[in-house]
């Protein structure tokens, strides 16, 4: 096809190059996650791509991580505002993970690759991970209690990695000088290098097939494709102005003072509008979450309630205001902290579903576990001598929904998360996991239950390591809908000097001695509809595969709900 010809994108045409941009991007995940040294990118999978247009608006990205995609469009931004495209050259690779200026937190990196085309920059590679490591007063770069960013780690402002093609070697120094396991660092930098470079071959091989110009015009009228059927979508929703509030625990350094997060949802005009006044001042503690994980956070839970045939783009941004007031947790000044901000982001999902929840009820279910449980250990390996760290982040249950239980222990919202294997941390940890099982009773009871949260015990084979611990959920449960029940506390236990388990706060930092044991429960699901409309049949089918025990039968659905012929009767 002749390079300048632009053919005619009709419907049938504009969804296939839709679904080839998406496999690019799936392209793209797949080489960091096969290419990716650390356990939480290969085995976990917290790690994202996407692609954008050559004006560095979102086009497509695979089924990932759905609280990097925001994050990259507006790190994206703030890279192209220090490095204008006029100024950028093939082979040139941006880095950044600053959480004021469009990122999250810092160990998630993001790389940006601009593709050309005959000279011309046609589109930009993205990728983000969630590094083991970037420095910082602990491993993994998580201290829980955290007063200011500068504790968290090495901070990264727009800057290219690679120029033309060459590594920026005084970058690349500096970088390895502040990581406590450079190797591993390293190894998914280069992950992510090769995946963008995968990115920019398959985004040529659609320039051959389709034309420059036709590829270029078929990624606008993608977003506009996706803004269009957002707003038929909206239209569709009761106007009106629906408010939501919720807690978290903590923030990790005033333990007595819960965190408050509040929202007005206005729907009006064709539009959505999220009002966070009345969300509690931003805290000491690292809980505080970057503007850009607001927005990032709203575009899920939009998504969440559209048609499925709306392409999640930069067309869906445009139909949606955000309003975060100065100074509050969810737009803190500079320096404040945010390193467990993912704490926060599962709030604000609640926050902003439990709004949506009200305008458009016959979409949302019941509030699921809401806290990726993040737990990190760094030290010594006595096996090789060399310095280790640990690090993951699981969820628990899944909330019911109108037509089914919730799953259990599995990523809710927007971590999306794998759980590591067992296998996997012993082979290459100091680390014995001595437990790992589903939570009985821990779901919440309904018409629809809640699915189990999990629990997960370790112990440290280490002489000496920093623990720190990122949890929610043990003072506020995740919420039944429509008179569902509540779903379960999570809880963490620590072993002491005398053998026997002791609670400690939901965000925890100390340290683990050889032997000693650390134990995590994650919460289960909250339980939606009337408990009295679940049928005799699915309680026994609880009852026999463990996950409700007959106690919690009897109270929650009744003394005569489960009687004790129809369980002989069941064998």
Same mark, same amino acid.
């Given at each position: 096809?002749?390079?300048?010809? /632009?053919?005619?994108?009709?419907?049938?045409?504009?969804?296939?190059?839709?679904? !080839?941009?998406?496999?690019?991007?799936?392209? @793209?995940?797949?080489?960091?996650?096969?290419?990716?040294?650390?356990?939480?990118?290969?085995?976990?999978?917290?790690?994202?791509?996407?692609? %954008?247009? =050559?004006?560095?608006? #979102?086009?497509?990205?695979? &089924?990932?991580?759905?609280?990097?995609? =925001?994050?990259? /469009?507006?790190?994206?931004?703030?890279?192209?505002?220090?490095?204008?495209?006029?100024?950028?050259? *093939?082979?040139?690779?941006? $880095?950044?993970?600053?959480?004021?200026?469009?990122?999250?937190?810092?160990?998630?990196?993001?790389?940006?690759?601009? @593709?050309?085309?005959?000279?011309?920059? @046609? !589109?930009?590679?993205?990728?983000?991970?969630?590094?083991?490591?970037?420095?910082?007063?602990?491993?993994?770069?998580?201290?829980?209690?955290?007063?200011?960013?500068? *504790?968290?780690?090495?901070?990264?402002?727009?800057?290219?990695?690679?120029?033309?093609?060459?590594?920026?070697?005084?970058?690349?120094?500096?970088?390895?000088?502040?990581?406590?396991?450079?190797? $591993? &660092?390293?190894?998914?930098?280069?992950? *992510?290098?090769?995946?963008? %470079?995968?990115?920019?071959?398959?985004?040529?091989?659609?320039?051959?097939?389709?034309?420059?110009?036709?590829?270029?015009?078929?990624?606008?009228?993608?977003?506009?494709?996706?803004?269009?059927?957002?707003?038929?979508?909206?239209? /569709?929703?009761?106007?009106?102005?629906?408010?939501?509030?919720?807690?978290?625990?903590?923030?990790?350094?005033?333990?007595?003072?819960?965190?408050? $997060?509040?929202?007005?949802?206005? &729907?009006?005009?064709?539009?959505?509008?999220?009002?966070?006044?009345?969300?509690?001042? *931003? &805290?000491?503690?690292?809980?505080?979450?970057?503007?850009?994980?607001?927005?990032?956070?709203?575009?899920?839970?939009?998504?969440?309630? #559209?048609?499925?045939?709306?392409?999640?783009?930069?067309?869906?941004?445009?139909?949606?205001?955000?309003?975060?007031?100065?100074?509050?947790?969810?737009?803190?000044?500079?320096?404040?902290?945010?390193?467990?901000?993912?704490?926060?982001?599962?709030?604000?999902?609640?926050?902003?579903?439990?709004?949506?929840?009200?305008?458009?009820?016959?979409?949302?279910?019941?509030?699921?576990?809401?806290?990726?449980?993040?737990?990190?250990?760094?030290?010594?390996?006595?096996?090789?001598?060399?310095?280790?760290?640990?690090?993951?982040?699981?969820?628990?249950?899944?909330?019911?929904? +109108?037509? !089914?239980?919730?799953?259990?222990?599995?990523?809710?919202?927007?971590?999306?998360?794998?759980?590591?294997?067992?296998?996997?941390?012993?082979?290459?940890?100091?680390?014995?996991?001595?437990?790992?099982?589903?939570?009985?009773?821990?779901?919440?009871?309904?018409?629809?239950?809640?699915?189990?949260?999990?629990?997960?015990?370790?112990?440290?084979?280490?002489?000496?390591?920093?623990?720190?611990?990122?949890?929610?959920?043990?003072?506020?449960?995740?919420?039944?809908?429509?008179?569902?029940?509540?779903?379960?506390?999570?809880?963490?236990?620590?072993?002491?000097?005398?053998?026997?388990?002791?609670?400690?706060?939901?965000?925890?930092?100390?340290?683990?001695?050889?032997?000693?044991?650390?134990?995590?429960?994650?919460?289960?699901?909250?339980?939606?509809?009337?408990? /009295?409309?679940?049928? +005799?049949? +699915? #309680?026994?089918?609880?009852?026999?595969?463990?996950?409700?025990?007959?106690?919690?039968?009897?109270?929650?659905?009744?003394?005569?709900?489960?009687?004790?012929?129809?369980?002989?009767? !069941?064998?």
């Amino acid at each position: 096809m002749n390079q300048t010809e /632009k053919p005619h994108f009709n419907p049938l045409r504009l969804e296939i190059l839709s679904n !080839a941009l998406t496999a690019a991007t799936e392209e @793209i995940q797949m080489t960091v996650l096969r290419s990716a040294y650390s356990q939480v990118v290969k085995e976990a999978q917290d790690a994202s791509c996407a692609i %954008f247009s =050559g004006k560095g608006e #979102l086009v497509a990205q695979p &089924v990932a991580i759905p609280g990097h995609l =925001g994050s990259m /469009k507006f790190m994206l931004e703030e890279v192209l505002k220090d490095f204008p495209v006029a100024t950028l050259k *093939q082979g040139d690779v941006m $880095i950044s993970n600053d959480p004021y200026r469009g990122g999250s937190h810092l160990p998630d990196v993001a790389l940006f690759r601009p @593709i050309f085309h005959t000279g011309r920059c @046609i !589109a930009f590679a993205g990728s983000i991970i969630h590094h083991t490591d970037m420095g910082g007063m602990v491993p993994g770069s998580n201290p829980v209690k955290a007063t200011e960013l500068y *504790q968290e780690g090495l901070i990264l402002p727009p800057s290219k990695l690679v120029e033309a093609g060459k590594d920026n070697e005084t970058l690349v120094r500096l970088i390895r000088a502040n990581v406590r396991v450079p190797d $591993i &660092v390293f190894g998914d930098l280069q992950a *992510q290098k090769a995946a963008l %470079f995968r990115g920019e071959e398959r985004i040529l091989a659609l320039c051959e097939r389709f034309g420059v110009d036709g590829l270029v015009e078929a990624m606008e009228m993608l977003i506009e494709h996706s803004e269009t059927k957002t707003r038929e979508a909206i239209a /569709k929703i009761k106007e009106g102005s629906f408010e939501f509030e919720d807690h978290m625990d903590h923030d990790g350094v005033d333990l007595d003072k819960p965190v408050k $997060i509040k929202v007005r949802l206005d &729907v009006t005009g064709g539009r959505l509008k999220f009002d966070f006044t009345g969300t509690d001042p *931003q &805290v000491r503690g690292p809980l505080n979450a970057p503007l850009s994980k607001v927005w990032t956070t709203v575009f899920y839970c939009v998504r969440c309630v #559209l048609p499925e045939d709306v392409p999640f783009n930069e067309g869906l941004t445009r139909l949606i205001d955000i309003y975060v007031p100065l100074g509050t947790a969810l737009n803190p000044r500079h320096p404040a902290p945010v390193n467990a901000r993912s704490v926060t982001v599962a709030r604000i999902a609640d926050t902003a579903l439990g709004a949506l929840a009200q305008a458009v009820p016959e979409r949302i279910g019941a509030q699921s576990c809401g806290v990726p449980t993040g737990i990190s250990f760094g030290g010594t390996d006595p096996n090789s001598g060399l310095g280790f760290v640990f690090y993951e982040s699981y969820n628990g249950g899944m909330g019911g929904t +109108q037509m !089914a239980d919730g799953a259990d222990a599995v990523s809710t919202g927007t971590s999306n998360q794998m759980n590591i294997p067992v296998e996997s941390v012993e082979i290459d940890y100091p680390v014995r996991v001595l437990r790992y099982e589903l939570v009985q009773d821990s779901g919440g009871s309904g018409h629809f239950r809640g699915g189990l949260g999990l629990r997960r015990e370790y112990e440290m084979l280490a002489e000496s390591s920093t623990v720190n611990i990122r949890g929610d959920r043990a003072i506020f449960p995740p919420v039944g809908s429509f008179g569902g029940l509540n779903g379960s506390f999570s809880k963490f236990m620590l072993e002491d000097e005398n053998g026997k388990f002791q609670s400690v706060p939901s965000k925890f930092g100390g340290y683990l001695k050889r032997g000693q044991h650390l134990l995590i429960t994650t919460p289960g699901g909250a339980g939606f509809g009337d408990p /009295k409309l679940r049928t +005799q049949q +699915q #309680l026994l089918d609880d009852y026999l595969d463990g996950r409700v025990s007959l106690e919690k039968i009897r109270r929650d659905y009744g003394a005569n709900a489960l009687p004790d012929s129809v369980i002989a009767a !069941a064998g």
